[in-house]
C-alpha cells in the first residue's frame, strides 16, 4: 500500500514557476515508477511526466523543456519543476506510483490545483 500526498498547486501569473512535490508513505517506494498527470475541467487525466526507478524520465510534448521530474528515494519523494507556465496548465495535478510492471497496484494522490492566471 502507498500513500500518495501533493503539495505545491497554486495561483501563479504566465511565465511563471511552480514546484509540486509528492510524499509517498509505504514501502518500496524507489521501485515504483513515480508520475505527475494533470486534469483541466472538461477533459480527460493527461501524462505530464514519468521516472522511473532508474531515474528515466519521459515528458509530454506540450512540457518539454518546460517541466522537470524528479525524485529523492531517500526521502520518498517525487518533485515536478515547472517554469514559463502558460494558462493552457491550468488543472488539477495528480501525482502517481506505478507498480504494474511487477505485478503491484497503481495509486494515485488526492491532486493539487494549479492556477496561471494573471
Known amino acids: 500500500q502507498v500513500e500518495l500526498v501533493e503539495s505545491g498547486g497554486g495561483l501563479v501569473q504566465p511565465g511563471g514557476s511552480l514546484r509540486l512535490s509528492c510524499a509517498a508513505y509505504g514501502r518500496s517506494f524507489s521501485i515504483y515508477i513515480m508520475g505527475w498527470y494533470r486534469q483541466a475541467p472538461g477533459k480527460q487525466r493527461e501524462l505530464v511526466a514519468r521516472i522511473n526507478a532508474g531515474g528515466g524520465t519521459n515528458y509530454a510534448d506540450l512540457v518539454k523543456g518546460r517541466f522537470t521530474i524528479s525524485r529523492d528515494n531517500a526521502n520518498n519523494m517525487v518533485y515536478l519543476q515547472m517554469n514559463s507556465l502558460e494558462p493552457e496548465d491550468t488543472a488539477v495535478y495528480y501525482c502517481?506510483?506505478?507498480?504494474?510492471?511487477?505485478?503491484?497496484?497503481?495509486?494515485w494522490g488526492q491532486g493539487t490545483q494549479v492556477t496561471v492566471s494573471s
Open positions: 502517481n506510483a506505478d507498480g504494474e510492471y511487477l505485478g503491484r497496484a497503481v495509486y
